[in-house]
């Protein structure tokens, strides 16, 4: 219950002076594969009640935020744009330097744990769709014609960033399954969303709300029973892949 509160504070903190988004239609807890929810869906947690507007086009805020991605792009380094390129992938492997590169954390061995976050991502994708869609922020890179991102250019809508709010979901996740190396996984999940901006795919304040929505989405997973009985066989599993007691 504490990891709900902590996540639920920040979201309150975050949503306090924003007027709430008007009330929209049903929708179906479906992720873009037509999967069904499996804790967190639409219903249960509207972001767009949560998270605060992007700064609008046009905007001062919008352009220094341009600004700095022009800044980014200027001074990266071929090993940064590289790293940006592979952490475009998601999969929970992209977090094998922070549990240590152990041999036995592949995807043969962890069935379960393979699993466990492939209905995380259903989740994520089921609560970020309709947000993206009503937030309908264009990507940097559509706004400011010097930007050259070094991964393929999404086609969906920027805010909140996508692969942030995964990162976050699921370093939390992983932390509470090996809580050992909970510092180094937060970190890398830093890291992993902070490379949306490196890529130029991102504005700094869609990685930042996926930061929030990510961590309510991993709150609100640690409050599910289904999710609960299903970590608990997923870390016992990792746990002895990983040689730990």
Same mark, same amino acid.
């Given at each position: 219950?504490?990891k709900?509160?902590?996540?639920?504070?920040?979201?309150?903190?975050? #949503?306090?002076?924003?007027?709430?988004? &008007?009330?929209?239609?049903?929708?179906?807890?479906?992720?873009?594969?037509?999967?069904?929810?499996?804790?967190?869906? =639409?219903?249960?947690l509207?972001?767009?009640?949560?998270?605060?507007?992007? *700064? =609008?086009?046009?905007s001062?805020?919008a352009?220094?935020?341009?600004?700095?991605?022009?800044?980014?792009?200027a001074?990266?380094?071929?090993?940064?744009?590289?790293?940006a390129?592979?952490d475009?992938v998601?999969?929970?492997?992209?977090f !094998?330097?922070?549990l240590?590169?152990?041999?036995?954390?592949?995807a043969g061995?962890l069935?379960?744990? /393979? !699993?466990?976050?492939?209905?995380?991502?259903?989740?994520e994708t089921?609560?970020?769709?309709?947000?993206k869609?009503?937030?309908?922020? *264009?990507? *940097?890179?559509?706004?400011?014609?010097?930007?050259?991102? /070094?991964?393929?250019?999404?086609? #969906?809508?920027?805010?909140? #960033?996508g692969? #942030? &709010?995964?990162?976050?979901?699921?370093?939390?996740?992983?932390?509470?399954?090996?809580?050992?190396?909970?510092?180094?996984?937060?970190?890398? =999940?830093?890291?992993?969303?902070?490379?949306?901006?490196v890529a130029?795919?991102h504005y700094?304040s869609?990685?930042?709300?996926?930061r929030?929505?990510?961590?309510t989405?991993?709150?609100?997973?640690? &409050?599910?029973?289904a999710?609960?009985?299903?970590?608990?066989?997923?870390?016992?599993?990792?746990?002895?892949?990983?040689?730990?007691?």
């Open positions: 219950m504490n709900l509160l902590i996540a639920l504070s920040a979201a309150l903190l975050a #949503s306090a002076s924003v007027p709430q988004a &008007t009330a929209a239609p049903p929708l179906a807890p479906q992720s873009a594969a037509g999967d069904t929810a499996h804790c967190v869906d =639409a219903h249960s509207d972001l767009r009640r949560i998270l605060p507007p992007p *700064p =609008a086009v046009g001062p805020r352009r220094a935020e341009l600004d700095e991605l022009l800044r980014i792009q001074q990266r380094t071929p090993g940064e744009a590289e790293l390129r592979r475009a998601r999969s929970i492997f992209r !094998a330097d922070a240590g590169d152990p041999p036995g954390f592949e061995r069935p379960r744990t /393979v !699993a466990l976050f492939r209905h995380i991502d259903i989740d089921a609560v970020l769709g309709p947000a869609r009503d937030f309908a922020r *264009p990507r *940097p890179f559509a706004v400011e014609a010097r930007l050259a991102p /070094v991964v393929a250019r999404p086609m #969906s809508e920027s805010y909140p #960033s692969h #942030s &709010t995964w990162a976050y979901a699921t370093a939390l996740v992983l932390a509470d399954m090996v809580p050992e190396r909970r510092a180094r996984l937060l970190a890398r =999940a830093d890291q992993y969303a902070r490379n949306r901006t130029g795919v700094p869609d990685v930042e709300a996926g929030l929505a990510g961590t989405i991993a709150a609100l997973l640690f &409050t599910c029973p999710f609960e009985r299903e970590e608990a066989g997923a870390r016992q599993e990792l746990r002895a892949a990983l040689r730990l007691r």
